[in-house]
């Protein structure tokens, strides 16, 4: 039942980064699969209810990913570089699509709004925890690690817009440049202590 589950979601996040949100439908998800409407209704009983629970699948997957790197063996500062270079659209992030497909589609669907915004939440937390670990251990200065996660997640999100939405007008290694300037920024610290 759980990996039956599992494959439908893997199915309808394939389908909506290929269709979009609004053009996917039930069909969709099941054709994929080679099962019937009914068994995905079985498990999701409306459209909506399945693109909240695919979009929370994959974004899932990668808060775990994020959680890894921040939970390394090694400086905060570091962990946080790590975390911002992947989550840059230009990293190895996969959900870009999905989430500025989420993005449009919860300004109208309240399920995936509330979904998205705790995911979203999740993230921002995250990162400032290590942010107050770094502060805490004497790495860098920060009075306020929730404001530097939103801002630092604001700037990757807009990124991400314009290299997913525009296709890609910044050059990967101009948008490396940006995220590490930022970060450096944030936290008191010039560029060169990031890679040091």
């Not at 929370?56 to 270079?85: I, N, P």
């Not at 817009?161 to 300037?181: F, H």
């Amino acid at each position: 039942m759980a990996e039956r589950r599992e494959e439908l979601l893997r199915a309808a996040v394939e389908q909506i980064e290929v269709r979009g949100v609004a053009a996917v439908r039930i069909a969709d998800v099941a054709s994929v699969l080679g099962v019937s409407n009914a068994l995905v209704l079985y498990h999701f009983s409306t459209k909506e209810k399945l693109v909240a629970a695919a979009f929370a699948y994959a974004a899932e997957a990668d808060l775990a990913q994020l959680r890894k790197l921040l939970t390394r063996r090694t400086s905060a500062v570091r962990r946080l570089r790590a975390a911002v270079r992947w989550y840059a659209p230009t990293g190895q992030a996969k959900g870009w699509r999905l989430w500025i497909e989420g993005w449009a589609a919860s300004l109208r669907d309240p399920m995936l709004r509330n979904v998205a915004g705790d995911l979203d939440q999740q993230w921002k937390a995250e990162l400032a925890e290590v942010i107050e670990e770094g502060a805490a251990a004497g790495e860098f200065h920060c009075d306020d690690p929730m404001s530097v996660a939103w801002r630092l997640t604001a700037l990757l999100d807009g990124l991400a817009v314009q290299m997913i939405s525009y296709g890609g007008p910044l050059s990967r290694a101009t948008m490396l440049q940006w995220t590490d300037e930022a970060l450096a920024r944030e936290l008191g610290l010039e560029h060169a202590a990031l890679t040091a």
